[in-house]
């Protein structure tokens, strides 16, 4: 991971290594959710699924580079810091069988290094349509956890070793698309849907191996702004 980060840090920040380029930095707001969490915790005696119950509100910020590649294309690859993840309503099944009832609220909220390599299209001018794959690495979790009138915030080991958390991976992926408007020569702003391709989500009982779950999946919506050197 240290040698991908410094390899796309050189690429973002050289200065004399394209003859027109633009480099930048910027920043906005992420508006995240999670998909649906099915897993078994009890060879079929309880359970217990996650669904989503909303947004969760995050930010990003970062640097990127443009580089023109034609009169209507350009390449541009980022590096960025991403606060994001969702809210979740867990269910857990009653005894004997005789159904569900609702569990805890759970808001996730996911720190990621990513990493997008986008391709912009300029159709007309100052307008611009992105699009590219992502990839992202975690690099904090923390989930509040709020049941009975009762808030527990769970982080890091703490969160690893619950239920709810155990199951969450390191690395993500998944596809951009976008637009990019440009006010002025130095500043830009733009909106980005991300979609997640993997599963964020991999939880398996350490008793029975072929209890698996089914789900997440990310997406993060992104508004921000740019500001051209």
């Known amino acids: ?11 973002l920040v050289a200065n004399n290594a394209f003859s027109q380029a633009k480099f930048g930095v910027k920043a906005g707001m992420n508006f995240s959710s999670l998909s649906k969490v099915e897993y078994f915790t009890d060879k ?65 909220q996911l720190g990621y290094i990513q990493i997008p390599l986008l391709f912009e299209i300029n159709p007309v001018a100052n307008l611009g349509i992105l699009a590219g794959a992502q990839v992202s690495f975690n690099v904090s979790r923390k989930c509040i956890h709020s049941y009975g009138g009762f808030t527990e915030t769970l982080t890091e080991s703490k969160l690893n070793e619950s239920v709810y958390g155990d199951g969450i991976q390191k690395i993500d992926a998944g596809l951009v698309l976008g637009l990019q408007y440009t006010l002025t020569e130095k500043i830009t702003i733009g909106v980005r849907d991300h979609i997640g391709l993997l599963k964020n989500w991999d939880f398996t009982t350490s008793y029975d191996k072929n209890q698996k779950s089914k789900g997440w999946k990310s997406n993060v919506i992104q508004v921000g702004l740019g500001y051209s050197f």
């Open 44 to 108: 079929g005696y309880m359970f217990t699924p996650l669904e989503r119950d909303g947004m969760a509100i995050g930010f990003h910020v970062g640097i990127f580079r443009n580089v023109s590649l034609g009169k209507i294309l350009s390449f541009q690859p980022e590096l960025l810091f991403s606060m994001q993840g969702g809210k979740q309503q867990s269910y857990q099944g009653l005894n004997g069988g005789s159904g569900y009832a609702a569990g805890p609220k759970l808001t996730y």
């Open 1 to 11: 991971m240290k040698k991908i980060l410094l390899g796309i840090l050189v690429l």
